[in-house]
């Protein structure tokens, strides 16, 4: 092995970890609370939310997270609505944001399903006594069923 080659490959080697590490930050910070939305949607009553969340979720885990990046940067970026718009055009119109955007969206769609399994899989007997001690909806969900479906 020549040194030279090893030499002249680290840095750009270098370069693309910190873009890597940069992608998967970006998208697991945002992918995160953005799936445990979704899960929550998920499991509302609601149907036309609910239905809308499993079809996102069942399109961005059904589809290569490389046929996404390429949509979101190849595909989007032909529409004139979005390059006219200069917001979206920032997000889709670069490289990194669109490869962030992507791994977001990727992420938020299976973290939706696992909180929703574990939503789901929570004893209906817990749900049940809060209310009887007289907990609202939302103080169910943050003191019981979020912390309990978290582990």
């Avoid at 030499?7 to 910070?29: E, H, N, Q, R, W």
């Avoid at 001690?133 to 979020?146: D, P």
Wanted: with cysteine; aromatic share 10%.
């Amino acid at each position: 092995m020549e040194l030279d080659l090893v030499t002249y490959a680290v840095p750009f080697l270098l370069v693309g970890a910190k873009t890597t590490l940069l992608i998967s930050v970006f998208g697991v910070a945002l992918g995160l609370p953005f799936g445990i939305a979704l899960a929550v949607i998920r499991t509302s009553k609601n149907r036309i939310l609910n239905r809308s969340a499993d079809i996102y979720c069942a399109v961005f885990r059904g589809t290569p997270m490389l046929v996404q990046i390429f949509v979101i940067y190849y595909g989007l970026g032909q529409l004139s609505a979005i390059r006219s718009n200069p917001v979206i055009w920032w997000i889709v119109g670069d490289s990194l944001h669109a490869a962030i955007l992507a791994v977001v969206l990727n992420t938020g769609a299976y973290t939706a399903e696992i909180f929703r399994t574990a939503l789901l899989s929570l004893p209906r007997g817990l749900i049940e006594a809060s209310q009887a001690c007289g907990m609202s909806v939302w103080a169910t969900f943050r003191h019981v069923k979020f912390p309990l479906a978290g582990r």
